[in-house]
Structure formats: C-alpha cells, structure tokens
C-alpha cells in the first residue's frame, strides 16, 4: 500500500498563498502520476493539478496561470504553491498518486490522501 500525508492548509485572505505538500510513502516501486484533487459539499471531486514522473503537468483551467505544481522523486513528494488566491478556490484539497507497489510491480492502483482544508475568505 501507499499513504499519502498532506500538510500546508489553512485559512488565507483572498489573494493570498498557500503551498501544499504531499508525502507518500510505504512500498513503492513508482508513482507514475501524482497530484491534486479538491472538493466541495455537494459537488463532485475535482482536478486541480497533476505531474508525471516525466514532470509532465495539467491544470484546471480555474486555477492556470495561479497554482503551479512540482515534485520530487527523491522524496515522493509532490507540492502545489497556490497564489493570488480567490474564495473559490476555498475546498478540501486531496493529494493522489497513481503507481505500483514492490508487492506487486505490474499492478498499478490510485491512491488518496485524508484531505486538507483550504478557505480563502474574501
């Protein structure tokens, strides 16, 4: 299995930043894809950003020009520096990773972090 621990949520002025983290850790072999999700009550999960092992990235339309999102391999980290934050933005952000275990090298499974809340009050 692969855990994955967020950290760098909290409470932010509209047209603030927050930077989250992500580790992973546990038996990895790779982690092809790693990345963000958030979500809002009543609404479905949503990307934010993800990167390739390759860094190789994709945004939301929402949030380009604003977010960036980075990782190390080294580390299994992956991190998403968010500026000029806006209400909407306001959400639980979930870290994912998409890769393979040492337990089984050619079976590859999405994986969630807890969540970590973000609120941009206006």
């Known amino acids: 299995q692969v855990q994955l621990v967020e950290s760098g949520g909290g409470l932010v002025q509209a047209g603030g930043s927050l930077r989250l983290s992500c580790a992973a850790s546990?038996?990895?072999?790779?982690?092809?894809?790693m990345g963000w999700y958030r979500q809002v009550p009543g609404k479905q999960r949503e990307l934010v950003a993800t990167i390739t092992s390759g860094s190789n990235t994709d945004y939301a339309d929402s949030v380009k020009g604003r977010f960036t999102i980075a990782r190390d391999n080294a580390k299994n980290t992956v991190y998403l520096q968010m500026n000029s934050l806006k209400p909407e933005d306001t959400a639980v952000y979930y870290c994912y990773a998409y890769g393979s275990t040492s337990y089984n090298l050619f079976k590859r499974d999405n994986y969630w972090g807890q969540g970590t809340q973000v609120t941009v009050s206006s």
């Open positions: 546990g038996l990895i072999f790779s982690l092809n894809i």
